[in-house]
């Protein structure tokens, strides 16, 4: 939803405001353009809680909780919220606060093909679980908002339940374990093209670090891993169409960054140049 230009951040809750849902609150580990991060205990459970500016959210915010509540049910990967009192979404002041357990790993190391290949196997486990959630009242994800990437051209798939941003940032190794989490972005969609945003951001960061031999590398460990654990063929060709609608996505944000998501509507001129960037080096390719 739009941020309006003259929209004064809030300030953190003091302690009393913690103190009165329950909440023994800690420092601050991030934070972002709509929400904050703090480490906090709840009944004695050492927690994460997200905070996020209740002016930007719609309904939503809601159900995508909810949707992760019922996953983390049945996907023990999946990193799903801790009730704080009664509910899992609590309103402090203006802010909405959401708890979560203080998961402990370590990032997944992308020039490993073990590890690439583990988080393939759980993308695909997560794909499966989501398959069997039902319809739930949500939109397609962002780039795929217009009405793009339907059933049939370029040989994608029925739209499902997707994560939405799944990628090294949002997993977590512990031994065999892989934690997922930060499904804010969850949404409809084809799980080709879940797939293809995955590799669209290691070519984002291979491109930034002048490699693009690791994204070839991360490419063939990724998409062979996720085609052994879920059974899918995921063509090629689909990949390719995916990833160039999220970059062509890209484009037409950083044109009309009003439309476009928080993250680019906030950049800087700078990083909208390096973006911009990116597509025109990815429309050679």
């Known amino acids: 939803m739009p941020v309006p230009e003259d929209l004064e951040p809030l300030d953190l809750p003091d302690t009393n405001a913690w103190v009165s849902i329950g909440v023994v609150c800690g420092p601050e580990i991030h934070a972002g353009h709509q929400s904050r991060i703090l480490h906090a205990e709840v009944r004695g459970e050492h927690c994460v809680v ?3 500016d209740g002016r930007l959210v719609d309904g939503s915010f809601h159900r ?3 949707v992760v509540a019922s996953l983390a049910e049945t996907n023990a990967s999946v990193v799903g919220p801790v009730p704080i009192g009664s509910h899992i979404a609590t309103a402090l002041g203006q802010w909405l606060v959401v708890a979560y357990p203080a998961v402990v790993g370590r990032v997944p190391d992308l020039a490993l093909a073990s590890d690439v290949e583990q988080m ?3 993308l695909a486990s997560l794909h499966a679980s989501m398959a069997h959630v039902g319809s739930v009242e949500l939109p397609p994800v962002a780039t795929l908002r217009d009405g793009r990437a339907s059933a049939g051209p370029d040989g994608f798939g029925q739209p499902q339940l997707l994560h939405g941003d799944f990628s090294d940032a949002n997993t977590l190794f512990a031994g065999d374990r892989v934690w997922v989490f930060d499904f804010d972005d969850c949404g409809y969609g084809p799980v080709e093209f879940e797939v293809a945003n995955t590799l669209y951001m290691v070519l984002f960061d291979s491109w930034m670090s002048d490699d ?6 991360f490419r063939r460990w990724f998409v062979d891993g996720y085609r052994s654990a879920s059974g899918r063929d995921v063509p090629d060709a689909t990949l390719d169409a995916g990833i ?3 970059v062509d ?4 944000w950083i044109d009309h960054p009003e439309r476009a998501p928080i ?3 906030t950049a800087t001129s700078a990083w909208r140049e390096s973006l911009r960037a990116f597509v025109e080096w990815s429309s050679t390719r």
């Open 120 to 122: 393939a196997s759980a």
């Open 212 to 217: 693009t031999a690791r994204y070839e590398r």
């Open 263 to 265: 993250g680019i509507r």
């Open 249 to 252: 996505a890209l484009g037409r």
């Open 244 to 246: 160039k609608l999220r």
């Open 50 to 52: 997200k905070l996020t």
């Open 64 to 66: 995508r909780i909810e």
